[in-house]
């Protein structure tokens, strides 16, 4: 049975936030998950990593976390400083978050984000032999706090390394560590696979953890994306991550700006009722056959 939540930044316009109440407030709305913003914890004193950590056991919920790395941290850069402060970054990540009882780690975390290739190159391949080289140096210290690190396919306008879980796949065996999965978004399989249900497949045993977003990004069952037929993919493939909905609905901040939401896609929605109805909504559509 898969675990499903959602993204924090659902309800925020700034991407740091106090992630305690929102541990309560998920669980009740029905969802198992909290995804939080790695950043953020890895800014915290270790008390407030304990208080984090204990709201989400009082709430009886998982916590996951997420970033995009900034450029100042892209491992895939071709200036060795600039690798060595994302990797020493990446390894900083991984043990704040274990310490938090946070074991997984998603986005885009193998160069930056957004993150276009410098203009004049046409080869990706240095980019991506300087990422997984580095990325087998930060993975080490993942596996040594028990973190797996999930490297999210996102599309084109946002990062070129990988735009395809055949993309992603390849990367995670060059990087060949247990602990480096794929993690697979709706929203951005939408505009670059062929077939949900292919690249459900192409990932299999490589599948880490999965996001839901609709084509516009609204919660799950509000736009044209083929529900039964992706939950049938990751039921086929037997796949037991975590299932998290990031609906990003209102515009402004800094969540707005970076995600891209230039209209408001809220209108009357009572934001807590329409997440609780997505919940019920993805249950149902996972429990069919
Ligand atoms: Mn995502």
């Known amino acids: 049975m898969n675990k499903i939540g959602i993204y924090y930044a659902y309800w925020t316009h700034d991407w740091d936030a106090d992630f305690v109440p929102y541990c309560a407030k998920v669980a009740g709305l029905g969802f198992d ?6 950043g953020t914890v890895a800014h915290m004193s270790s008390a407030e990593r304990l208080t984090l950590k204990q709201a989400a056991a009082d709430a009886g919920i998982e916590l996951t976390s997420c970033i995009g790395l900034s450029k100042e941290y892209d491992i895939a850069s071709a200036e060795s400083a600039v690798r060595e402060k994302g990797i020493q970054f990446l390894k900083q990540q991984a043990e704040a978050l274990s310490e938090t009882g946070i074991y997984e780690l998603g986005g885009i975390i193998y160069s930056s984000w957004p993150g276009k290739m410098p203009f004049g190159d046409t080869d990706k391949r ?20 028990g973190v797996l690190f999930h490297m999210e396919v996102v599309n084109r306008f946002e990062q070129y390394m990988m735009n395809t879980a055949a993309e992603a796949v390849q990367y995670v065996e060059e990087v060949g560590s247990d602990h480096c999965k794929v993690l697979l978004d709706t929203f951005h399989m939408n505009i670059e696979e062929d077939s949900f249900t292919e690249a459900v497949r192409t990932a299999g045993k490589h599948l880490g953890h999965f996001h839901l977003g609709e084509n516009n990004r609204r919660a799950p069952g509000r736009g044209n994306l083929p529900w039964q037929e992706i939950f049938d993919a990751t039921r086929e493939i037997g796949f037991e991550g975590s299932i998290v909905m990031e609906p990003f609905l209102m515009p402004g901040g800094e969540v707005g700006r970076d995600i891209s939401v230039y209209r408001d896609l809220k209108g009357d929605l009572d934001l807590d009722e329409e997440a609780r109805r997505a919940c019920t909504f993805v249950r149902n559509v996972l429990n069919q056959n």
Request: aromatic content about 8%.
């Open 33 to 38: 998950v909290l995804e939080v913003n790695s």
């Open 126 to 145: 240095p980019y991506w032999d300087r990422s997984v080289a580095s990325m087998r140096q930060a993975i080490k210290t993942a596996e040594d706090c």
